[in-house]
């Protein structure tokens, strides 16, 4: 008798448990008037922005009976990084976030993060609308790709279209039109190009050893005879633009927000900038932005350097959940629809991110617009020398920029310092 009862209260038990399981799974199941919460982590930055995304996340919520829970979008900077890394840390990790892959290196190396190939295993549409270039850029060395992107930065050549006309000069196609335009402007006494040397010289390196050869550009020496010829070319041509007064006086000192305020005041005609300059310009249908003009033997050819960095990633945790997983991944895919992207992209950031296929140019409503968006479908897509050299040599190539605007540097010597960093073998 005393063991029927023993074995009574062993199924008792049993049975509770077996209820609290169901009870807890049917909390975190879906489709049941929102009452499952998908956690997601993404830090928005801007207001426009902001808005945007929390309207999608309603939208994603009415679309499949999920509610969506982002306690960090009101985050930015380091404090949303550390949020993200500390909730990893403790497991409270979200379902689905935003981040760039260099801060989510450390989840992914403790298997924390599903990849997005074994994604597209069971969801073939995942990453549809998407540009190639921009994934190839985000995979690793073992050919893994991580997350999805939304956004982008690109170079272009900003143009101020009413001194172009005052002086009756079409925007630079090539070199040559670049050159004939410095001149023009500095004997009308207007500054042709605005820079901030200061804080974006590596913008220039990069965009001089393109012109000067697309496939150089792709690149990464680490000895003084690996150095291809076009980048002491590229180089050279700092001197020539310099010598040429193409900049303001104080150019060498001048930081990325005078540059760009120079340019926005109509001081100077042009600004070598990120696409993310967009956005600070008022009147939208007096600016255009323009692929940098290639030089000899590429004349003419437009090509543009894009870098892409941050993605939206599932966490393991999620996937292994079959619930879960669906909410996660329809969450990342209704944020990369081709609608989604371009709602985001007040500033431009987002074209890139989309197959150029579903990119209209005749929607675009303002000149700055239409010229963004031909640009990132028309010219050949680079990913910046940053993602190939080491740290210490991208900062002696960018750094040695600042010389050479003095005319008191030394190409060769920055090279060499370059190459001999990029082998962590310093002279």
């Excluded at 104080?250 to 967009?278: C, H, I, K």
């Excluded at 239409?370 to 940053?386: C, M, N, P, T």
Aim: charged share 20%; with cysteine.
């Amino acid at each position: 008798m005393h063991r029927k009862l023993t074995s009574a209260c062993i199924i008792l038990v049993w049975l509770l448990l077996l209820c609290a399981c169901k009870t807890d799974i049917s909390v975190r199941s879906l489709g049941q008037d929102n009452v499952y919460s998908l956690r997601i982590s993404a830090s928005m930055s801007n207001d426009y922005a902001s808005q945007v995304y929390h309207r999608l996340c309603t939208e994603y919520s009415s679309k499949y009976g999920i509610s969506v829970t982002d306690t960090n979008s009101t985050l930015t900077g380091l404090e949303y990084k550390r949020k993200i890394i500390n909730d990893f840390a403790a497991g409270n990790e979200p379902d689905v976030f935003y981040l760039s892959i260099k801060d989510a290196q450390t989840m992914i190396e403790n298997g924390q993060i599903v990849s997005v190939q074994e994604i597209l295993n069971s969801y073939p549409q995942y990453a549809s609308s998407i540009r190639p270039e921009m994934l190839e850029s985000l995979t690793d060395d073992d050919g893994l790709l991580w997350c999805l992107p939304i956004e982008a930065s690109y170079n272009g050549l900003f143009c101020n279209l009413d001194l172009f006309e005052s002086l009756n000069l079409e925007v630079p196609e090539t070199w040559g039109d670049l050159i004939h335009a410095v001149h023009t402007f500095r004997n009308a006494d207007i500054i042709p190009i605005a820079a901030g040397m200061s804080d974006e010289s590596g913008l220039w390196a990069d965009e001089l050893i393109l012109s000067c050869g697309a496939e150089e550009h792709n690149v990464s020496p680490s000895s003084v005879e690996q150095i291809p010829a076009s980048w002491y070319s590229a180089l050279g041509s700092i001197y020539s633009l310099s010598s040429s007064n193409a900049f303001q006086t104080d150019a060498s000192v001048s930081s990325v927000s005078s540059a760009r305020a120079l340019f926005a005041n109509g001081e100077a005609a042009m600004l070598l900038d990120s696409s993310e300059a967009a956005s600070l310009f008022a009147d939208k249908d007096r600016f255009v932005v323009i692929p940098f003009p290639a030089q000899v033997p590429h004349y003419g050819e437009k090509h543009i350097i894009i870098e892409v960095t941050s993605g939206y990633f599932i966490s393991k945790k999620a996937w292994d959940s079959p619930d879960i997983r669906d909410a996660a991944v329809k969450f990342v895919m209704h944020m990369t629809e081709p609608e989604a992207v371009l709602e985001l992209s007040a500033d431009g950031t987002r074209y890139p991110i989309l197959k150029t296929e579903l990119l209209a140019v005749e929607d675009a409503t303002t000149e700055l617009e239409k010229s963004l968006l031909s640009l990132v479908q028309d010219a050949e897509v680079h990913s910046s020398l940053r993602t190939r050299l080491s740290a210490t040599a991208w900062t002696f190539l960018a750094s040695g920029i600042v010389p050479l605007v003095r005319n008191t540097g030394s190409i060769s010597q920055i090279l060499i310092q370059t190459v001999a960093a990029n082998s962590n073998i310093l002279p």
